[in-house]
């Protein structure tokens, strides 16, 4: 094992740690009667602008965080 084998780990749980905590709010707005109104172009709408806000969020955090693990090359 080598020393970023911990760090790997981590780069692949992160990701799914956050999509599980958008799982439940997702599962439980599908059954909202308001939301049933909603045709395909406003559904959509609303995936881009998430995944946009979702984009620049991780740039903002990535300005300030070494998600990399390592202080750069030795």
Same mark, same amino acid.
């Given at each position: 094992m080598g020393a970023n084998a911990g760090t790997k780990k981590w780069t692949v749980l992160r990701p799914l740690a956050v999509l599980a905590m958008g799982i439940p709010p997702l599962v439980n707005s599908l059954g909202n009667p308001r939301l049933a109104g909603l045709r395909g172009p406003d559904v959509l709408r609303l995936i =881009?602008? !998430? &995944?946009?806000? !979702?984009?620049? %969020? =991780? +740039? %903002? +955090? !990535? =300005? &300030?965080?070494? &998600?990399?693990?390592g202080r750069g090359s030795s």
């Open positions: =881009a602008i !998430g &995944f946009c806000v !979702g984009v620049s %969020f =991780a +740039l %903002f +955090l !990535g =300005a &300030f965080v070494d &998600f990399r693990g």
